[in-house]
């Protein structure tokens, strides 16, 4: 079924449900929308979540403004994956997109199991949170980074944005000579103004999702010498220039809010797509970008309303991206479109309900390889192997498929290393693996973990032999 097709039906399929009785009219009395999404920025690489080097003074800013929440993750460890999850409001595995390019990335003699094959594309048969919001009467516009495909049924004027703009679009990551507009920070900002300013009288969702900080690094050369009279060495200058220009684009889109008088209307989000790369620790938190420790997933996040948020909040309710659709469908006032949605909407909290949610625990999947290893990970190799992760509540459950499928499974749990188990009320850090003086915690976790992975048929990487062997992929794309 083509996209035309699909939109039709879907249409029909919400009128048949009394989900809407007439077309949705635009109205002004619906809040606006802006998500702003940054690239690869860490969690410890904000002001306001600990760093005492990096400056981000207009993120620090909205952070006082509005809610925090401490404990917000990425839906992957990666760039594809993570918007995948985001956009389309589902896990890895039921839209496949696991990883950049190839799921095979690393030296393949040192694989022990055959991974999952990678889509690099989210399907046109997902409804995206555009398109929902498309449905509602909001005008959509997408400013930056997409990722997810470029085809007739995938690229993202067909998956619900009204307008797209990418300054980067040919090569996103090719170094440039623009002093001025590094990463394209800048010329992304002023077109989603220019689309706010055009559509101010309508209700609009703007999804700005900059490249940067993705390497490669760039920065005006007034913020890399602030941050060399700081000491810093070039490499360091660079990455904490980049970060100031980025914090400098969020104070000047506020302003132009403020001007037209939209902010009172607007709900804004700003957070980023996964971990910083090893240019950054995440000290305490373990890994980096690519990895499922903390580093690698847990996100600076932030939520500005004002009149609805209150101001200088924080909730530690751990939540996740994916739940970013179910929000943005219930801030706009219509029930979800898609037929399977994994997260929740955090309305209740924004609103300023009690910690918690009605899920018992989120969820991670990575069904394949990552190569690079990152600061204080498992592996010297790898960034990441088969594994798959659940938070629940303050514990934390690592299971590795390698030794999971090939030393014995709950017979050996023992004996092997495929449990990892950490209490991250104590120990954030992910340094103390519980999983041989807590049995009966890691036994109740990992029925949980495997239940989900059944229920949401989370395709598993399987054995190698002498027939079926895993075929080198590519490590070209971003990483």
């Known amino acids: 079924m083509d996209k035309s097709s699909r939109l039709l039906l879907l249409l029909l399929l919400t009128i048949s449900h009394g989900w809407a009785q007439t077309a949705p009219k635009p109205s002004s009395k619906q809040p606006n929308i802006v998500l702003i999404f940054a690239d690869d920025m860490g969690y410890k690489d904000c002001g306001f979540t600990g760093s005492n080097f990096f400056e981000t003074p207009n993120i620090d800013a909205l952070s006082k403004r509005g809610m925090v929440f401490p404990n917000a993750y990425a839906g992957a460890g990666n760039c594809a994956p993570s918007r995948a999850c985001l956009l389309s409001g589902q896990y890895t595995p039921r839209h496949g997109v696991f990883a950049v390019g190839s799921t095979t990335r690393g030296p393949v003699e040192q694989m022990r ?48 944005f009204d307008t797209y703009f990418d300054s980067r679009q040919n090569n996103p990551n090719k170094k440039r000579d623009e002093p001025t507009d590094p990463k394209g920070i800048f010329s992304l900002t ?14 609009f969702f703007v999804y700005l999702a900059h490249h940067a900080i993705h390497s490669n690094l760039e920065a005006r050369p007034a913020s890399i010498e602030k941050f060399r009279k700081k000491g810093a060495d070039s490499k360091k200058a660079l990455y904490a220039g980049c970060i100031y220009d980025l914090d400098a684009s969020v104070g000047q889109l506020f ?19 996964n971990g910083a790369t090893q240019q950054s620790s995440q000290e305490p938190l373990r890994g980096n970008k690519g990895g499922y420790y903390e580093g690698g997933i847990r996100e600076p996040f932030i939520a500005y309303w004002p009149g609805v948020i209150k101001e200088g909040s924080a909730n530690p309710t751990p939540i996740i991206n994916l ?24 309305l209740p909290l924004l609103r300023g ?32 192997r088969p594994v798959t992760v659940m938070r629940k509540g303050n514990w934390k459950i690592h299971l590795y498929h390698e030794e999971w499928l090939l030393d014995g499974g709950r017979a050996k749990i023992d004996q ?64």
Do not use: C
């Open 113 to 160: 199991v055959v991974p999952v094959l990678n889509k690099e594309e989210l399907a046109g048969r997902f409804i995206t949170m555009a398109e929902g919001l498309k449905q509602a009467g909001y005008v959509t516009g997408l400013f930056g980074k997409w990722h997810l495909g470029t085809d007739a049924e995938t690229s993202p004027t067909a998956q619900g």
């Open 190 to 203: 002023d077109k989603a103004q220019s689309f706010i300013t055009i559509n101010k009288d309508k209700p």
């Open 255 to 273: 302003a132009h809010l403020d001007k037209l008088g939209l902010s009172k209307n607007t709900l804004v989000i700003f957070t980023s797509d």
């Open 323 to 346: 739940d970013l659709y179910p929000t943005f469908l219930a801030v706009a006032g219509v029930k979800n479109p898609s037929p399977t949605l994994d997260g929740e909407s955090l």
């Open 353 to 384: 309900a009690a910690m918690g949610t009605k899920r018992p625990a989120i969820f991670w999947h990575f069904p394949g390889y990552l190569d690079v290893p990152v600061i204080r990970g498992r592996d010297s190799v790898f960034r990441s």
């Open 416 to 479: 092997s290393n495929a449990v990892e188990l950490y209490d991250l009320a104590t120990d954030e850090g992910e340094r103390t693996n519980l999983a041989s003086s807590n049995k009966p915690k890691r036994d109740e976790l990992l029925t949980d973990l495997l239940a989900w992975l059944n229920k949401t048929k989370a395709p598993m990487p399987v054995p190698i032999d002498a027939t079926h062997k895993p075929i080198p992929g590519t490590a070209g794309g971003e990483n």
